[in-house]
């Protein structure tokens, strides 16, 4: 086809729309009007205001479909904000959980170590229990160390607010108990061992000086005229000046120079018991002061109604003079 014929062809088409534009009406039919209205689309206002209606009904189809798709999707995203926030807060408690089971069982491992410690220590103390039994001679069936003492009454168990692992748990209240009775039984023992201590220390025991007896208690040739004559006492030959200790804890009741026995000190131990030490060089305690075992109380020599130097000792019990042998020869 060529260009005059395809031009003749647009100008014809252009004439032909003019034409229906310029034919084409719109009747409006109304009930309350008698007479119809004629639109007349040939007419540019008429057709501006036809288009300006048709693009603001388009957009309020299109606002009012977003309007409603908004109101659709909303709950779903608000729903999926609160499971994310939900998830979040899963995730943080969880870390939290970590933590704080990670504290615990560092806190369950310290008190398992700490245990570990405190049995431990329970053992030594049943071994001292044991070994002080056997020092002091006590009755092992009165105090036995693996055996729980008898206990009783009702407990109170409303307060309690934590509660350990089970195992744990057990062997904390089974050490507890174990180390209460351990408690009651040492303190008893301590009891005993303190009064035997000071029933020990208050009664004469062992050798005032060093030394050998040289003359035993009771009758004997008096070694100045060679008569009979009862010895009070033994005598333990020692060199001069070698210490005097007291035998015994007690009160100095006299210190001074007795008619025969020279220097003298005389100890009260206040059970009925009293010591003296005569012939001494020295004295080095005075009257009313307290000694306790082992105190030098005066240096040997041969002051009095003596041949040499020596300890003259005597044991006095309930006011009757007794034989000192067998205290001296006695270990405390």
């Known amino acids: 086809m060529s260009r005059a014929a395809r031009s003749g062809w647009s100008d014809a088409l252009h004439g032909a729309g003019f034409r229906l534009w310029k034919d084409m009406q719109i009747i409006l039919v109304s009930r309350s009007r008698k007479l119809p209205k004629t639109l007349d ?64 069982q560092r806190g369950l491992d310290a008190l398992a170590v700490k245990l570990g410690q405190l049995q431990a220590q329970s053992t030594r103390l049943n071994a001292l229990g044991e070994r002080l039994i056997q020092v002091g001679k006590l009755d092992e069936a009165e105090f036995s ?16 607010a934590f509660a350990l692992p089970q195992t744990l748990n057990s062997s904390i209240e089974q050490l507890s108990t174990q180390f209460d009775s351990q408690q009651a039984q040492l303190s008893a023992l301590q009891s005993l061992l303190m009064d035997a201590r000071i029933d020990s220390n208050l009664k ?15 009758v004997r040739a008096d070694p100045f005229d060679g008569r009979s004559a009862r010895h009070t006492g033994i005598d333990v030959a020692t060199p001069l000046g070698t210490p005097v200790h007291a035998v015994a804890e007690g009160m100095v009741t006299f ?28 004295l080095e305690v005075r009257p009313g002061q307290h000694v306790q075992v082992g105190d030098v109380i005066s240096r040997a020599g041969s002051t009095g109604r003596s041949t ?6 005597e044991v006095w019990y309930g006011g009757r003079v007794v034989n000192p042998l067998a205290f001296v020869r006695n270990h405390r």
Do not use: W
């Open 41 to 104: 689309l040939a007419d540019r206002r008429i057709r501006a205001k036809l288009c300006l209606i048709a693009g603001s009904a388009l957009v309020a189809v299109l606002g009012l479909g977003a309007i409603l798709a908004m109101a659709v999707a909303s709950p779903r995203d608000r729903a999926l904000a609160q499971i994310r926030e939900l998830q979040h807060q899963i995730r943080k408690q969880d870390t939290q959980l970590d933590g704080v089971r990670q504290d615990s």
């Open 145 to 160: 160390f693996d055996q729980p003492p008898a206990v009783g009454g009702v407990e109170d168990i409303s307060g309690s």
């Open 204 to 218: 004469p025991t062992g050798m005032p000086v060093q030394g050998y007896i040289s003359s035993y208690f009771g």
């Open 255 to 282: 210190a001074g120079v007795r008619s025969g026995y020279g220097n003298v000190v005389e100890i009260d131990h206040g059970n009925g018991y009293m010591t003296r030490y005569a012939h001494n060089s020295a």
């Open 308 to 313: 040499g130097s020596h300890l003259h000792f």
